[in-house]
Nanobody, 115 residues
């Protein structure tokens, strides 16, 4: 059974940084693509970034300047570095792991940015 667990969220002041982590158990993460999404209150879930098993990255246009996705295959972990955070970045951040044609999702981690 695949489990995806996000961590690293919290309350932070505007302008500061956070790094989110995503660990996927029961699989070798290095062989699968991972991605980050977020969902703000009252809004649809939106794509932030993804990274393939070979390290190729893709970003939503609005995210590429401040957010960086990376992976550490030795730790079975995908990261999302978020810089210069803004109050509008407040959302639940979700990690997904693509195995075959199926996405496996974590429960999300809350990020709250105060002004």
């Amino acid at each position: 059974q695949v489990q995806v667990v996000e961590s690293g969220g919290g309350l932070v002041q505007a302008g500061r940084s956070l790094r989110l982590s995503c660990v996927a158990s029961a699989i070798i993460f290095r062989n699968n693509a991972g991605g980050w999404y977020r969902q703000a209150p009252g809004k649809q879930r939106e794509f932030i970034a993804s990274i393939t098993s070979s390290g190729y990255t893709n970003y939503a246009d609005a995210m590429k300047d401040r957010f960086t996705i990376s992976r550490d295959n030795a730790k079975n972990t995908v990261y999302l570095q978020m810089n210069s955070l803004k109050p509008e970045d407040t959302a639940v951040y979700y990690c997904s792991v693509l195995i075959g044609v199926r996405n496996f999702w974590g429960q999300g981690t809350q990020v709250t940015v105060s002004s």
